[in-house]
């Protein structure tokens, strides 16, 4: 099973307008963390926000805002005022467990969604 | 200024020949990570490696082989055994222990062409 569904692989979005990027996660840890990353099409991978299983509210930075539904299991990501250069590929991700990792576990890996491309026009 | 620096950008390659991704990092960051990445889809781990002189196979390991002598750096290659090898490698590393809110910081990536 997926870890991370992005159902979305296209949206679009007008200038100065407030979008919505869907992402729903499965796992059956108590302790998880979620981040959303920005990819332009120059390829490089650009950490967003992160919120964390037990934070008690939705994180925010800046324009990006996290939709944190624990019960239903998605982080949607809200872009408020989008602006022309926010039109790039965006992932969620997901990191399990609240232990350092031990040698040779897989604690510390981030599990990707597919990603959705944001168009932003004028 | 620190970072993560991948080189080359971009690596041409005839089919069957070796090839090593270079992956260095001066943020002081234990753990490291390749991701591969073909267009249309996520990102998908390759192998990782925790602390130095360790790694770990990550989903697609097969036709891949990696090595951590230093901490500051983690070069992959690509073996002839590797099927489909053309492709966007990016590196990543966070810092340790990778517990769950330490993001991880990615390097430019190199894409692959193999011809």
């Known amino acids: 099973a997926q870890k991370i569904t992005q159902t979305q692989p296209g949206m679009f979005v007008q200038e100065k307008e407030a979008v919505t990027l869907d992402c729903t996660y499965d796992?059956?840890?108590?302790?998880?963390?979620l981040f959303w990353y920005k990819q332009p099409s120059s390829g490089e991978m650009i950490f967003l926000i992160y919120?964390?299983?037990?934070?008690?509210q939705n994180a925010t930075e800046g324009r990006y805002s996290l939709n944190f539904q624990k019960a239903r299991k998605s982080a949607n990501l809200v872009i408020s005022a989008s602006q022309l250069g926010d039109s790039a590929m965006y992932f969620c991700?997901?990191?399990?467990?609240?232990?350092?990792?031990?040698?040779?576990?897989?604690?510390?890996?981030?599990?990707f969604g597919r990603g959705t491309q944001l168009t932003v026009w004028p | 200024d620190g970072g993560i620096t991948q080189s080359p950008k971009y690596l041409f390659r005839k089919e069957g020949q070796n090839v090593t991704l270079s992956c260095e990092q001066n943020?002081?960051?234990?753990?490291m990570y390749w991701y591969r990445q073909d267009p249309g889809q996520g990102l998908r781990l390759i192998y990782y490696?925790?602390?130095?002189?360790?790694?770990q196979k990550g989903d697609i390991a097969e036709g891949y082989s990696v090595s951590r002598e230093k901490k500051e750096s983690f070069p992959l290659t690509v073996t002839s055994a590797q099927k489909n090898p053309t492709a966007f490698y990016l590196c990543?590393?966070?810092?340790?222990?990778?517990?769950?809110?330490?993001?991880?910081?990615f390097g430019p990536g190199t894409r692959l062409t193999v011809l």
């Open positions: 919120q964390g299983s037990y934070d008690q």
């Open positions: 490696s925790q602390i130095v002189n360790d790694f």
């Open positions: 943020l002081n960051h234990d753990a």
């Open positions: 990543a590393s966070s810092i340790g222990p990778p517990i769950l809110y330490n993001e991880q910081f």
């Open positions: 991700a997901m990191r399990e467990g609240s232990l350092p990792a031990d040698r040779g576990s897989t604690l510390g890996r981030l599990y």
């Open positions: 796992t059956s840890d108590p302790s998880y963390g």
